[in-house]
């Protein structure tokens, strides 16, 4: 939508620029705000562009969310964190190392033997 609105932005101002060469224009004195209507349009239109094509947000905003819930889902309620330990080694594992997958599963790696395992929600009932 932004692309048509440019391309049609871009068409009236090229047309204005165009109007300002036409001899009843440069007889009139009308050359010069043609030319400027002609330019803020098409500026206008890059601008339009340049706004589309720019990213939004910062950096990594789609994997983590503000509340350090990777995927920046919302927890369901209160939470309280419990120590996560390593299957492998019996080690603690540090939560800032969890990510989630592309298949939604959420991975977390052992610091001591750098072991990746899956963490599963257990059922609340």
């Known amino acids: 939508m932004v692309s048509l609105v440019s391309v049609f932005l871009w068409l009236l101002g090229g047309l204005f620029i165009l109007a300002a060469m036409h001899p009843e224009a440069v007889a009139q004195h009308k050359v010069l ?10 500026v206008a239109g890059f601008v ?31 939470l309280s964190l419990k120590p996560i330990v390593c299957p492998h080694c019996g080690g603690q594992v540090d939560a800032s190392t969890a990510k989630l997958n592309p298949e939604g599963t959420l991975t977390v790696t052992c610091g001591y033997c750098k072991g990746v395992f899956m963490i599963q929600e257990e059922p609340k009932w």
């Open 33 to 42: 705000p043609r030319v400027i209507v002609g330019a803020v349009l098409v």
């Open 48 to 78: 339009l562009v340049v706004l589309a094509w720019m990213p939004r947000g910062k950096a990594g905003a789609a994997s983590a969310g503000g509340d350090g819930i990777p995927g920046g889902q919302e927890a369901p309620g209160q």
